[in-house]
Every structure is written in C-alpha cells, then in structure tokens.
C-alpha cells in the first residue's frame, strides 16, 4: 500500500512547540482509557508536550499535581483496563466563572493551549463555553496580575476536540459513543445466562438498563437477545399496551416457549410521561398472567469489565484523530467532535451535536416521540423498525400472501451471527407474506434434497447461538447443478439467501455462470458476507469477524496477564484468516501489538530483525511484555516457529519466548452483540430486496431473473450498505488467495505502529472532514457500522 513520506507528513502536521492536555470528565467508559493512551502517544510522535489532568474538571480547577506530563510508558498497559486510569470526577466548581478562571490560570502555568475532552455532552458542553470565555479569563488573569501580557498574547486561544465517553450512546451526531458495545457485551452476558435459568424453572425476567434517557442499550440488546418486549423512552407503547404484552407473553409461553425476557430502559415512560418501572411491569405480569416473575437491575455493571475490541478500536482511531484535529485547527475552527460514520472519521462541530441532542428531550417532553426516534439518528430508526418487524408477529389474516418460496441456507466455515441472520431472514420472509425454507448442510444438502420449510416459532431463541443451526459444509454448486436446479423445480424455490464466507460468493458466481444452461436459476440470488476472516470483496465487514476479534483480544489480554510479576516475556500468537491479515492487524490494534506479520505487507530477514531490535530497546527500558501476532499464511518460510526461534535467540539476555496458535476458538463462541445485530439487520434488509426483486421479475404467472443485478452480495461499504452484482466483484478479487484486491482496515496499519513505538508514515489523506450534523444524518441512505 503506498503511503506518503515521513517528511511530508511532519511539515503539514508538527506538533513541536505544542501541548495537548487530555481529562475524562463525567461518568466513566470502558474505552477511555484506550482513548487517552491513543492521544498521549500521537501527541508525542508529532512531537508535541502531552499532559495528563486527573479527576477531570476538578483537577483542571485544583491544578498542582493533578496536571503532569505524560510519558510514552505512562500509558503502558492499560488498553485493557475498564474506567479511567487518570480518574473522573463531576466539578461543580468549574460551572462558575471562578472555577473557570482558575483552571486557565493552571493551564497557561503549562503552557496548555489544546484540550481534549473524553466525556458526554455535559463536559463537552463545559469544554466549548471555558473556549469561548478564554479571551476574556485571559484578560481577568493579567488584570489581577497572574499572569503577563505576553503570556496571554502567546496563548490567545484555545482549542477544544472533544470524543464522546459515555455508554448510553445518546449523543446526536456520533455512530458510537466510546463504551456503548462493552455495556452491550455486559448486557447480554447477564441476558445469555438468565435465560438458561429462566428456561429450566419457566420463569419471566424483567431486566432494567442503564441509558438516562436514551432507550439505545435497551433496543440494541433487546435485538440482541429476541427480547419478547422492550419499554424506551422515545417511543412509549400505545395505551393499552399492558394487555397487549400479556397477550404476547402468554402466546409465547402456549407455543412451548419456555421463558420470557422484557427489558426496561432505566428513562422508560408511557405516552403521560409516567415512568414504567420494572417493578410496574413484574407486578402486570403476575397479576394478570400468575407468571414466575423475576426483576434483575443491571445497574453499574454495565460500566464495567473489560473493553471490548470495538470500543479499543473505536476509541484508538479517534484519539489520533483527535490530535490531528487539534493540529489542524485554527482561531476560528469551531470546537469539534470526532467520531466515526461508517468506517470513516469525520469531524462535526460540537455544539450542533449537543443541540440536537437536547432536540430529543424536548421532542420527548412535547410527547413529538415520532420526531425524538427520527432526531436519534437512522441507525436508532433502523434498529426500532427491525425490532418491530421481528419481535410482533402479524396474524396470518393481516399477513400478504405473496405465494413465493425463498430458500435459505450457510456456505462455508461457521461464523457467529449466521443464526442470528437466518432468524431474522426468515421472521422477516414470513411477514412479507413468503413461504420460507431452510436448507441443511450447504449446496450439499441442497443437491441431496435436504430442504425443508422453516416457520416463525421454529428459528426462537437462535440469535445468541453460535456456529451453524442449519449446518454448513464447503461443497461448491457446480458439480452438482443439475441436481439443485432439480431441487429448485420440485420445491418451487423463487429466491435464494445464501450466507457465508468467500465460499458463498463462488457459489452465486458459480450459479450466475449456469443461469445459461439451467432456467430454474434464473431467480433473485442474495449473499450476505459471514465470515470471520473478513475477506469477502464488495465489503468492509463480514458477519463473525467482531466475535472473533474478540475471541482474539480477550486471549491476547489473559497471555499479556500470565507473564505479570514475572521477567520480561515476548508472546508470539498465531491468528486464522487464511491469506488475509485482518484478524491479525485489527486485533493486533486492539491488543496493544507491538509488530503484526500478514502476507498483504510482504516482509523479510531485515524487517524482523528490526523488529526484534525495536522490541529489545523498549524491554531495556520500561515494558514487561511484548506481543507479536502472525497471520496463519503471512509467509510460507517465516512460520510461527521461526518467528518464535528468531526471538527467543535475539532476545537472550533481555527477555524470553513463548508461542500460542490460537486456532479454532476464533471461530467459536456465541456471537458479540455486534455480529447478532449486525446478521440481523443485513438478512432483514435482504429479504426486503428479495421481496422486490420477485415483485418486479415476476412475469406470466413465473419468476425470471437473469439480469447481473438479480444475483448481489449485501455489503457494508464506508457509510452505507449496499447491494452489488457478484458478477462486477470479480475484478475486485484475487481468488488465488481468497482475498479482495483492496482493503480498508490496511491503513489502519500505520496507526498500529505509530501506538507501539514505530516512526512510519501516516496517511492523513483519509482523516475527517468537518461536517454539519443534519447534513451527516441526512444524506445517508443507512448507518452502518453502529450496531
């Protein structure tokens, strides 16, 4: 990948003579700490003076020993620790012009004129009225003789970045707020083993979770679990709702269901603006239904633990894209918000996020509840309508009757999440009136006649499962084409969604390419990536590849822990893939790796020879451990065991080796609630494009279909989902080894090795722009790398 050079890159974007002080304010995130690490050492390696201020506001206020200097090791090893490691406290102090004119005093002593902010919209808030009333603090301070004139004229102005740490995921503007997905994981721990008890006695739980007034974590978890109901505060139920919930309650339970899950966000309200509370809830189930009703309030739980790989990436990305934002400003750039759409940074300017932020609660507070959903942004929009869609079964009477057959099935390795997407292919089929069917065991079972139809009760309580339900095998369809045309004509099968890995898009190649020979073919064909290499063309991300980056993490971190205490140790973990290095590279970013090896960077004797040279330096002076990780196929002559060779021989002396080969636990596992939400968005947007498709293809009492647009693969591309023809992917693969030409996260390489100590070239052509929030909502057609 070319990159441009060091000196280009340090003329347009030095940070000598500057210094950047990070605090987190307000409530604590997992994610933070991997946020400030981030913004401590870009700063650095721009060469400007980073500055710690602890306890938040509180400690910009008090000053003295609160503000120190950060160092390259200061934040060693604590990627992984959940909270803040340089404390958060609420400052009532600094809401008075007193307190703000003593913590400028206390910042212009350091010479502090770029401030970054990790907090909600509260801090952020705080942030940008201390930036507007800096002229005239500066002014107060020389008048009262605190400080020179030539003090205030060095450090006129003041620039604000702010990164929003806050696990209710309720500010306006921003995909995803730091620590949204570790209190989801959180969640749905919790959710995943209440439910083996709640099915052994038959019981009914009412879990209560945090949000404020925002009803995301409840939604999304809600999605995450097939909750039978869920209470937000942006959209009240209907009165009436308490008999319609028990309706659906006891339906459930006389379909053989043998528990039931309702989650109550914390700000939940009716239509009067009277609060719901869990207890409300339990007592209406008990009452009505004589139910065994238990109430479990997550509480500060969902704060804690471990950062996910979401958040350490997400918050890794927008530190550095913090600092460039701060070496970018002007006097008069508005104080921003960095964040990411899609798979894009962008930058938007602060006090419009917190403008329409405060929009919500209004249009909550006029009852415009309608409008507050819409003011939540699309992705909010997207995961209420698709928890409708799946949740609320319509009776058969109210159901379309479309008298089409659409046959669902896996392809490939397994990936956590394809059940989750089946589910919601199949909930989402019926209700357009479709006669679903599921398809065992691949092409393989298809060709053998393994088909049967599936229904709305059969596919409940899949979507926490991992692996394959329907199975999956890696049979590719040619051989047997005449015998799956022969299937598609015995069962009148009008459209196909497969789900799989790169495996699935031969296949659809493979089917495309026999349309010619075989008429019965000739129907809708959908794809939906699942995989948790990641390297199906046509998209940023694959069903699976979150859990398994996860499953990657998590080790990565307990291996980093097992050499705790002891002598200094370099670990050498192996990751899958295949050809491709995303595993490696993206779990490389969020484990805190100090080199990664993929075949995409070819590398020789040299580089690793620097590499153990680099990693020997920073042993002899302060780390304790080293971690290396390896794509399985990054080179066929420097394996794991000569990599670990290699170190353990240079190393001697300094520190000592171990090897780990990873292996199937990638693959394992029940699915992140990223990859449960993400499997069940994308089948639900595929089974909608598939009713089209057969709506519009339908001629003379048959569906034809052989236009290169009836056959796409569904994939997230920057900002927005898209459906493209297999048949045009092909140009963009390199099926020798099982890759796309070009990938995304490749330039999430340099930012790796700028964090563990690197001096490489930065590509900054690709960081964010200032945008306008209602713009930014607006013009995309869905969001997508929120969950």
Same mark, same amino acid.
């Given at each position: ?152 004229? $060095?450090?006129?102005?003041? %620039? ?156 890794? !990305? ?49 009852? &415009? ?15 209420? &309508? ?66 049967? =139809? ?51 898009? =031969? ?8 349309? &010619? ?42 291996? $980093? ?96 080796? &171990?090897?780990?080969?990873?292996? %199937? ?36 009492? !048959? ?33 020798? %080894? ?10 999430? !390489? ?38």
């Amino acid at each position: 990948m070319a990159q441009p050079d060091n000196k280009k890159f340090f003329e347009n974007l030095s940070g000598a003579g500057k210094a950047i002080a990070v605090l987190t304010s307000g409530g604590d995130a997992q994610g933070m700490n991997a946020a400030v690490r981030a913004v401590v050492r870009m700063g650095i390696y721009v060469g400007a003076k980073v500055y710690f201020i602890h306890e938040g506001y509180q400690g910009m206020v008090d000053g003295g020993d609160n503000i120190k200097e950060a160092t390259w090791e200061s934040v060693s090893s604590m990627l992984q620790v959940g909270g803040t490691v340089i404390g958060s406290a609420r400052c009532m102090e600094f809401r008075t012009h007193e307190g703000r004119l003593k913590a400028a005093h206390n910042l212009v002593q350091h010479g502090i004129t770029n401030l970054c902010v990790i907090g909600g919209d509260g801090s952020l808030t705080g942030a940008n009225l201390f930036r507007e009333e800096w002229s005239s603090l500066l002014a107060k301070l020389v008048q009262q003789g605190m400080i020179s004139d030539d003090a205030a004229e $060095k450090y006129s102005a003041l %620039h604000i970045v702010g990164m929003v740490g806050s696990i209710d995921n309720d500010f306006c503007g921003t995909d995803m707020t730091i620590g949204t997905d570790s209190a989801l994981h959180r969640i749905i721990e919790v959710v995943d083993a209440i439910m083996t008890t709640a099915q052994s006695h038959q019981r009914t739980f009412v879990l209560e979770v945090m949000g404020r007034h925002c009803g995301y974590l409840a939604l999304v978890s809600a999605l995450a679990c097939g909750a039978d109901w869920v209470l937000i505060p942006e959209m009240p139920p209907e009165d009436g709702w308490e008999e319609k919930m028990c309706e659906k309650l006891s339906a459930n339970r006389a379909g053989r269901k043998r528990l039931n899950i309702i989650i109550v966000a914390e700000g939940a309200i009716d239509r009067n603006n009277k609060p719901i509370t869990t207890e409300h809830v339990k007592d209406l189930v008990v009452r009505s239904l004589g139910f065994d009703t238990r109430v479990t309030i997550l509480g500060h739980v969902q704060r804690g633990g471990t950062p996910s790989a979401f958040d350490r990436i997400l918050a890794s !990305r927008m530190g550095v894209e913090a600092v460039l934002a701060l070496l970018e400003t002007t006097a008069n750039t508005p104080a921003c918000v960095v964040s990411l759409c899609g798979n894009q940074a962008v930058r938007l300017p602060l006090m419009e996020c917190v403008q329409m932020t405060q929009e919500v609660q209004k249009a909550m507070d006029e009852k &415009r509840f309608e409008d507050a959903v819409k003011l939540r942004g699309r992705s909010f929009e997207n995961n209420l &309508r698709t928890y409708k869609l799946l949740a609320h079964r319509k009776p058969e009477s109210e159901l379309p009757h479309s008298n089409f057959n659409v046959a669902v099935l896996n392809v490939g390795a397994p990936a956590a999440g394809m059940n989750a997407a089946v589910r919601s292919a199949v909930r989402v089929g019926i209700s357009e009136g479709h006669k679903m069917f599921a398809i065992n065991d691949g092409f393989e079972g298809f060709y053998k006649g393994q088909i049967k =139809e599936i229904k709305w009760g059969a596919v409940g309580g899949w979507t926490g499962q991992g692996g394959s339900l329907l199975g999956t095998k890696r049979t590719l369809p040619a051989k047997y084409i005449g015998k799956i045309a022969e299937q598609i004509r015995k069962y009148n099968i009008n459209a196909l969604l497969v789900i799989g890995g790169f495996e699935a898009l =031969e296949c659809l190649l493979q089917l495309c390419e026999a349309r &010619r020979t075989f008429e019965e073919l000739c129907i809708p064909l959908c794809m939906l990536p699942a995989t948790i290499s990641n390297n199906v063309p046509g998209t940023d991300l694959s069903i699976g590849a979150d859990t398994a980056l996860n499953a990657i993490v998590e080790t990565c971190d307990r291996i $980093k822990q097992s050499a705790s205490g002891t002598k200094r140790r370099v670990f050498i973990i192996e990751t899958m893939g295949g050809y491709c290095g995303y595993l490696a590279s993206v779990g490389g970013l969020a484990a805190g790796a100090d080199a990664v090896y993929i075949y995409e960077e070819p590398f020789d004797i040299r580089e690793l020879q620097s590499n153990v040279e680099h990693l020997t330096e920073k042993m002899k002076t302060s780390i304790q451990r080293g971690l290396v990780l390896r794509n399985e196929n990054s080179n066929v002559n420097y394996t794991t065991d000569f990599i670990y060779q290699l170190y353990s021989e240079e190393g001697k002396g300094v520190f000592d080796c &171990r090897k780990n080969i990873l292996g %199937h636990m990638q693959q394992g596992g029940a699915p992140s609630p990223f990859d449960r939400n993400f499997g069940t968005k994308i089948a639900a947007k595929a089974m909608q494009w598939i009713s089209k498709k057969l709506q519009e293809s339908y001629r003379q009492g !048959r569906v034809f279909a052989n236009t290169e647009d009836s056959a796409c693969l569904l994939g997230m591309r920057r900002r927005a989902l898209v459906f493209q023809p297999v048949t045009q992917l092909k140009d963009q693969t390199d099926f020798i %080894h099982r890759i796309p030409k070009e990938q995304w996260w490749l330039k999430l !390489r340099p930012l790796m090795k700028i964090l563990a100590k690197y001096k490489t070239s930065y590509d900054v052509s690709d960081s964010g722009q200032l945008e306008h929030v209602v713009c930014n909502r607006t013009k995309e057609s869905d969001t997508t790398t929120t969950i």
